[in-house]
Nanobody, 118 residues
């Protein structure tokens, strides 16, 4: 059974930091690109960071320089460090996975809320 389970969300003040984790199971993790998405109220879901096995991470411009993504392949865990948080970072954050070479993300976590107050 495939599972992606996020943890680590919460509420912080502007300028604060959080670390999100996403524990994966049920699929060959090394063969998949894993990513973080977010969706704010009344906005479309956006991809903010992704990383393949042994690859350099990529970031959306909106988070570049503030967020850092990393995957720990032995533990099958994806991390996202969120620094210098802004109110506009408030959103539901999701981790997702797609097989390397596939066009769409096949597996999704349930999401976790991040709220940043000014």
């Amino acid at each position: 059974q495939v599972q992606l389970v996020e943890s680590g969300g919460g509420s912080v003040q502007s300028g604060g930091s959080l670390r999100l984790s996403c524990a994966a199971s049920g699929f060959p993790y090394a063969d998949y690109i894993v990513a973080w998405f977010r969706q704010a109220p009344e906005k479309e879901r956006e991809i903010i960071a992704s990383v393949g096995f042994g690859a350099k991470p990529t970031y959306a411009d909106s988070v570049k320089g503030r967020f850092t993504v990393a995957r720990e392949n032995i533990k099958k865990t994806l991390y996202l460090w969120l620094n210098n948080l802004k109110p506009e970072d408030t959103a539901m954050y999701y981790c997702a996975a797609r097989r390397d070479g596939a066009g769409e993300y096949q597996y999704w976590g349930q999401g976790i809320q991040v709220t940043v107050s000014s």
